[in-house]
């Protein structure tokens, strides 16, 4: 199943409406539907890992949603956030990040404690107020303790 929430659309939307998203995009339902075939390849061939997952399900939704993963000053990716390691992505707008994407492997549970309080600890320690934990498939989307914070999970 895929989970797209209205949520992480709307955080992304509010990137695009800020000029982040210069890349054509196909439908995102062709996207999904793209995603999901992949998937189950990678699911069959036993090859989820993370990179594989970020490389051909991630990076196609955040093109779908209108980011330019080729261009540095709106994604970056392995930015380091504490002595020794690093988030897989940071979403830039006007010059600052506006979203922390923390990446896993396919089959990973995002229910796992130290998987959620790993995002959200590497957003909120650099006051970065969204913060999204996925694993191609599932994405689920957190505000932070930051300036207007008020729980790890928020509804937007």
């Not at 793209?34 to 890992?49: F, H, M, T």
Request: with cysteine; proline share 3%; charged share 25%.
């Amino acid at each position: 199943m895929v989970v797209v929430s209205r949520r992480l659309g709307w955080v992304f939307h509010t990137g695009r409406i800020l000029g982040c998203g210069s890349m054509p995009r196909m439908g995102m339902s062709q996207v999904i539907a793209d995603v999901l075939e992949r998937s189950s390849r990678l699911r069959e061939a036993k090859k989820g890992n993370e990179a594989n997952t970020k490389a051909l399900l991630i990076e196609p939704v955040l093109r779908g949603l209108g980011w330019d993963t080729d261009d540095l000053d709106a994604v970056q990716r392995e930015v380091k956030v504490f002595e020794g390691t690093y988030l897989d992505y940071a979403l830039i707008v006007a010059g600052g990040t506006s979203l922390y994407v923390e990446a896993k492997g396919l089959k990973e549970n995002l229910n796992d404690k130290k998987f959620i309080a790993q995002t959200v600890n590497y957003a909120n320690n650099d006051g970065v107020v969204w913060c999204v934990l996925t694993n191609g498939l599932q994405y689920r989307v957190f505000k932070t303790n930051g300036a207007c914070g008020n729980g790890p999970e928020a509804p937007v």
